[in-house]
């Protein structure tokens, strides 16, 4: 079975750190992934998204970095955390043919 | 550009109580249509999908959504909420991405 596992799930940095989110999928090859942010008491935003190795497409401008390095390896960096990138990660990936999303469960991040 | 609206961001309702979470799409030839639950510090959930066929679709925990292209709607209903359906629902829309609504937080009150 298809499954999506993303850690930390948790996280509290300081202004000015960096930071590496990861995201793993299992059970399918050659997913289409996605990072989606979700600030408090907001919707979903699409931050990037990517249709392979290598291939990564920026939806925002920001101080935020993806990377797929690995088929089912997605990662979320940034050099330097600001206070505005608190919020709730989550990674998802493109389940059949019919645009379903499929959720990780999420990694909150608090930066202080 | 296409966007989904959801029309309420929080809606409070007792127990036992119907409930109509609203949502609407930018028009599309072609378009498949999602709602999604979310409980706290989760990720998100399937609950239906529209993708063609009946108007009327079924989905998990007593939820079901209507398809009306006429008004490009999709709104989610239940015919009577428990406790345990306190959450956020995001309704969405698959164009060529996945675009979502803000939410709607559904509260059920004893």
């Known amino acids: 079975s298809q499954t999506i596992h993303q850690w930390p799930a948790t996280l509290v940095q300081p202004v000015g750190s960096p930071l590496s989110l990861e995201c793993t999928v299992e059970g399918t090859s050659n997913p289409n992934l996605y990072w989606y942010r979700q600030a408090a008491g907001r919707g979903l935003q699409l931050l990037f998204y990517?249709?392979?190795?290598?291939?990564i497409s920026s939806e925002v401008p920001q101080n935020l970095s993806a990377s797929r390095p690995q088929d089912r390896q997605f990662i979320l960096s940034s050099k330097k955390l600001l206070l505005s990138d608190s919020g709730f990660y989550l990674c998802?990936?493109?389940?059949?043919?019919?645009?379903?999303?499929?959720f990780g469960e999420g990694s909150r991040l608090t930066v202080l | 550009a296409q966007s989904v609206t959801q029309l309420d961001s929080q809606v409070p309702v007792f127990e036992e109580a119907p409930v109509e979470l609203r949502c609407n799409y930018s028009?599309?030839?072609?378009?498949?249509l999602f709602w999604y639950v979310q409980y706290p510090n989760q990720g998100l959930q399937l609950l239906l999908k529209?993708?063609?066929?009946?108007?009327l679709v079924k989905g998990i925990n007593g939820f079901e959504a209507e398809f009306n292209k006429s008004q490009t709607s999709f709104h989610l209903r239940k015919p009577s909420v428990h406790i345990s359906d306190t959450a956020e629902y995001f309704c969405a829309a698959a164009y060529n991405d996945m675009r979502f609504g803000a939410g709607t937080r559904l509260t059920v009150k004893p």
């Open positions: 998802a990936f493109i389940k059949g043919d019919t645009g379903e999303l499929f």
């Open positions: 028009s599309s030839v072609s378009v498949y």
């Open positions: 990517s249709v392979g190795i290598g291939q």
């Open positions: 529209y993708l063609s066929g009946s108007t």
